[in-house]
């Protein structure tokens, strides 16, 4: 059986999130991974874009 959880982080820019995060993983030996940056990496690919080139789109 899997006992895995799985749990995410929300919030406004300097809520804690990557704090809480860095908690987890530190001292109760949570595996923390970004759900952005695949998501970044998966738009240059697609729009050859370079890796770290901000699009604004209004």
Known sequence: MNTSKLIGLT???GCGKDTAANFMRDVMAFRQI?????????????????YG?????I
């Open 53 to 57: 080139t901000w699009l604004i789109v």
């Open 11 to 13: 919030g406004e820019a």
């Open 34 to 50: 970004s759900l952005a940056e695949p998501i970044r990496r998966g738009i240059v690919a697609m729009f050859t874009i370079p």
